[in-house]
């Protein structure tokens, strides 16, 4: 069974730093393109961040370059973000994603809160 489980979210105060993880199974993790999604309160679903598979190709949304880091271990089968100087606007439901143009399989999310 193809799965994705996201870890790491919380609350953190404006400036600060979390760090996501995303553990994936059931599928050979290093031949697919792997995407964060996130989803603020009451808003639609933003693309955040993409890494190829070999994990020297990443591409981040204008919202967060600069800040955010995606970055892979295919040996952990591990996905992560680095989420550095957050916003208000950051808050938001952050999703693991298989694939990049394509998005096919989807974690449960992990809720980060950026307030003070």
């Known amino acids: 069974e193809v799965q994705l489980v996201e870890s790491g979210g919380g609350l953190v105060q404006p400036g600060g730093s979390l760090r996501l993880s995303c553990a994936a199974s059931g599928f050979t993790f290093s031949n697919y393109a792997m995407t964060w999604v996130r989803q603020a309160p009451g808003k639609g679903l933003e693309w955040v961040s993409a890494i190829n598979g070999g994990g020297d190709s990443t591409s981040y949304a204008d919202s967060v370059k600069g800040r955010f880091t995606i970055s892979r271990d295919n040996a952990k089968c591990m996905l992560y973000l680095q989420m550095n100087s957050l916003k208000r606007e950051d808050t938001a439901v952050y999703y693991c994603?298989?694939?990049?143009?394509?998005?096919?399989?989807w974690g449960q999310g992990t809720l980060v809160t950026v307030s003070s």
């Open positions: 994603v298989r694939g990049w143009k394509f998005l096919e399989v």
